[in-house]
């Protein structure tokens, strides 16, 4: 089991930025990828941004350019800097955990959530 605790959402101006963070109550360097989803109002869940444990990172097009994805295997973290913000931004964003067994059994779980608001 992985928990994943979320951080550092709020109300910002467009324009403006915050930084979101995720803890894992297991160590990091056994999960393949973590990744930043987001859900706003009525809308499904997207990815937003990913970071394997290789190093490698990929983006939505809606937030290349704007937001930056890293993860210290060390603290066990993943983080989302998000700059240039924008009210469509606007959604709960969720932490996200993947652990892909070499038999291919994958283990995935998700944090709660925290509530990002740009206000126009």
């Known amino acids: 089991q992985v928990q994943l605790v979320e951080s550092g959402g709020g109300l910002v101006q467009a324009g403006g930025s915050l930084r979101l963070s995720c803890s894992a109550s297991r160590s990091a360097f056994s999960i393949n990828v973590m990744a930043w989803y987001r859900q706003a109002p009525g809308k499904q869940r997207e990815l937003v941004a990913v970071a394997t444990s290789s190093g490698s990172t990929n983006y939505a097009d809606s937030v290349k350019g704007r937001f930056t994805i890293s993860r210290d295997n060390a603290k066990n973290t993943v983080s989302l800097q998000m700059n240039s913000l924008k009210p469509e931004d606007t959604a709960v964003y969720y932490c996200?955990?993947?652990?892909?067994?070499?038999?291919?059994?994958?283990?995935?779980?998700w944090g709660k959530g925290t509530l990002v608001t740009v206000s126009s």
């Open positions: 996200n955990a993947l652990k892909i067994w070499p038999g291919g059994l994958r283990e995935n779980y």
